[in-house]
C-alpha cells in the first residue's frame, strides 16, 4: 500500500545531472504503483523499506532552498512515483508554494496519471518533466510487473507532453535483459507517433548500472533473463551486465531519428 499522503523520504540540497542546464535540490516521494524489475529505488518503492527511512519536512526544505535562491534554480519532485492519484492534492499545494517561491519546478515521472499532469501544465504548476518510457507497449506488464494497460497512460502522457509547450525529457533506463537495438528502433517509432507526430524534444538513454544489488527491485528476475539459468547464490547477481559504450552510441544513433537531442549516461 502506497502512503495516503505524500511522505518525503529523501532530500538531496544539490543536484548537476537531474534538471537539465539548472542546479536543483531533489526531493524523493515514498511509494509507487510499478514494480520496475531493475528499479534503482527499492528503498523509496517498497514499504516494509520506505518506512524506515527519515521523513523530511517539505515546509523546513523549501525554507533551506529558498536561502539559497540564486544559487539554486528549482526543485526536482522524484519518487517513487510523485503523480500518484492519493498524492494530487499535495503535489500540487508544494508546486504552487515552489512556484510562488520563484524557484522552478521539475517532476520525474512514470506517466501513469496523465490528467493531473496535463493539469499541472495547464495552471502553468511544472516547468520541466521527465516521462519514463520503459519499452515498448507489448513489453510493459513484463518489465513493470504490474497488469493493467500501463503504456496506455503513458501514451497520453506522452502525447500531452508534445501537444505542450513544456520542456521535457523522454527516459528508458536500458537494460540487456530487456532492451536492444530493435526494440530501441520501436520505442522511437511509437515516441515519434504518439501524439503530434514528430520527434520528442529531449531523449535521455539511462545505462542500468549494479552499484548496490540491494537497492534493486527484482535482480533475480534480471540475472535469469540474462543468463537463462537460475542463479545459485547472491554472488551470481554481480554477473548482472550493463551495455558497453559502443551499445549505447549505437542506441543514440538509432533515437536520433526520433528525438531533436538524444543524450546518455554510462
Ligand atoms: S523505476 Fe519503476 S518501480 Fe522504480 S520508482 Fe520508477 S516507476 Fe517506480
Known sequence: MEPKVVEIRGFLPETTIDYPGKLAA????????LRCVYCHAANLVLPENYTKLEKFSFEKILEAVKKRKGWV?????????????????????????????????????NGTN???????????LVDFIALDVKTIPEKYKELTMRNGDIAKLVEQSLAVLKSSNIDYDVRTTVVPAFHNEEIMEKIGEWIYNVGPKG????????????????????????????????????????????FDRETLLKFRSIMEKYAEKVRYFE
Open 114 to 124: 496523465p490528467k493531473f499532469l496535463e493539469y499541472l501544465i495547464r495552471e502553468k
Open 199 to 242: 520527434k520528442v524534444k529531449l531523449y535521455t538513454i539511462q545505462n542500468f548500472t549494479v552499484s548496490d544489488i540491494n537497492s534493486i527491485l527484482d535482480p533475480h528476475t534480471i540475472f535469469v533473463k540474462q543468463h537463462n539459468y537460475e542463479p545459485h547464490d547472491d554472488k551470481d547477481l554481480d554477473k548482472l551486465e550493463s
Open 73 to 109: 534554480d528549482g526543485i526536482v519532485i522524484c519518487g517513487g512515483e510523485p503523480l500518484l492519484p492519493a498524492y494530487e492534492k499535495d503535489i500540487e499545494n508544494m508546486a504552487m508554494e515552489i512556484k510562488e517561491a520563484g524557484l522552478l519546478v521539475k517532476i520525474d515521472t
Open 26 to 33: 531533489e526531493i524523493f516521494v515514498a511509494g509507487c504503483n
